[in-house]
């Protein structure tokens, strides 16, 4: 089973950006979807951002379009996050997930995409996050 940990969280100034890794062991990274997400003390788990396994898929979740980019790189077993113009409201733990299933995807031929905001219960595996703050 794939293991995840995250790193690149840190304190940042409103405005600011930062990236977010989240690397994978195991030789089926390239066959997994994977998906960030965030969460705040005494809230709900939240979704950001899912790519597919080939990475021509992706979704954002409202607050993160036009703001944050993911990105996969399967020879370095690794998913990205990258985060512009960061906001206070994105303080949070960030978790990367993988659904090794792909039950997050909807099929269309040969083809997997995206057709509504990821759920956790998607996903089988996490990481234990990496805090980020923003400061305004």
């Known amino acids: 089973q794939v293991q995840l940990a995250e790193s690149g969280g840190g304190l940042v100034q409103a405005g600011g950006s930062l990236r977010l890794s989240c690397a994978a062991s195991g030789r089926t990274f390239s066959t997994y979807a994977m998906g960030w997400f965030r969460q705040t003390p005494g809230k709900e788990r939240e979704f950001v951002a899912a790519i597919a396994w080939s990475g021509d898929s992706t979704y954002y979740a409202e607050s993160a379009k036009g703001r944050f980019t993911i990105s996969r790189d399967n020879a370095q077993n690794t998913v990205y996050l990258q985060m512009n113009g960061l906001k206070p409201e994105d303080t949070a733990n960030y978790y990367c997930?993988?659904?090794?299933?792909?039950?997050?995807?909807?099929?269309?031929?040969?083809?997997?995409?995206?057709?509504?905001?990821?759920?956790?219960?998607?996903?089988?595996?996490w990481g234990q996050g990496t805090q980020v703050t923003v400061s305004s």
């Open positions: 997930a993988s659904d090794s299933l792909g039950l997050s995807l909807t099929q269309f031929g040969d083809s997997y995409y995206y057709t509504e905001p990821p759920v956790p219960g998607y996903f089988d595996v």
